[in-house]
């Protein structure tokens, strides 16, 4: 099992440019989620996913689209990127039917936006 | 609603020294709750959780923590640190409140680990 991966590690953009970050994963887990990771701020939530075909905002979701058309795959997207959206970008997933279960999370995704 | 509260961003002990992680937590319903380790450059893994039942879990690499509703504590021990414990340590909260079952992470504390 890979478990949670994503693609790709590091990225800069120039601002305004768009891109998608890729998460999979291959444990059949039907909860997905994108945080951000900024110093002295924790893990903050930007959207998740309870399922295949849906998504909803966390916490910080301005600036950021998502899809989850396949189970095992979880796209985030920025469409015009500002150099607020420097930071590290994790996606986990976790089985769905209790929150007793813990997260998996991917290696992050390190971007940086000029 | 829930609530983490670490105390101190940063902690330095010496090899072989006793470590101590403070958590404090708030939630309206009985939580679960969890301490993940990030290592440099990596993702976050879980150490421990705390679901139902016995109070102190036993975690990965030596690490402990004991839920003290009481207290709304989950503090982190490790008796005797590793160089290979220097890393920044998450503790998060979860509760099944119906709906979405939001996680809360705390800010993490970076743990160094002096020789």
């Known amino acids: 099992n890979a478990g949670v991966t994503q693609t790709p590690k590091f990225r800069v953009l120039k601002t305004g440019q768009s891109m998608t970050l890729l998460c999979a994963q291959d444990?059949?887990?039907?909860?997905m989620y994108w945080y951000r990771q900024d110093p002295g701020m924790g893990l903050r939530l930007i959207h998740y996913?309870?399922?295949?075909?849906?998504?909803a905002k966390g916490e910080v979701p301005d600036g950021y689209n998502v899809s989850r058309l396949k189970k095992q795959n979880f796209l985030l997207g920025l469409e015009s990127a500002a150099p607020s959206q420097t930071s590290v970008y994790f996606c986990?997933?976790?089985?769905?039917?209790?929150?007793?279960?813990?997260?998996?999370f991917g290696p992050g995704t390190r971007l940086t936006v000029t | 609603a829930q609530s983490v509260t670490q105390l101190g961003s940063h902690v330095s002990v010496s090899e072989g020294a006793l470590v101590l992680l403070r958590c404090n937590y708030s939630?309206?319903?009985?939580?679960?709750l969890f301490w993940y380790v990030q290592y440099p450059n990596q993702g976050l893994q879980l150490l421990l959780k705390?679901?139902?039942?016995?109070?102190l879990v036993k975690g990965i690499n030596g690490f402990e923590a004991e839920f003290k509703k009481s207290e709304t504590s989950f503090h982190l021990t490790k008796p005797s640190a590793h160089m290979s414990d220097a890393a920044e340590y998450f503790c998060?909260?979860?509760?099944?409140?119906?709906?979405?079952?939001?996680?809360?992470f705390g800010t993490g504390t970076k743990l160094q680990v002096i020789p």
């Open positions: 986990a997933s976790r089985v769905g039917w209790t929150s007793s279960y813990e997260q998996y």
């Open positions: 444990m059949n887990h039907e909860y």
């Open positions: 996913s309870v399922g295949e075909g849906t998504t």
């Open positions: 939630s309206s319903v009985p939580p679960y």
């Open positions: 705390y679901t139902t039942g016995a109070t």
């Open positions: 998060a909260v979860t509760a099944n409140s119906g709906g979405y079952q939001k996680v809360t």
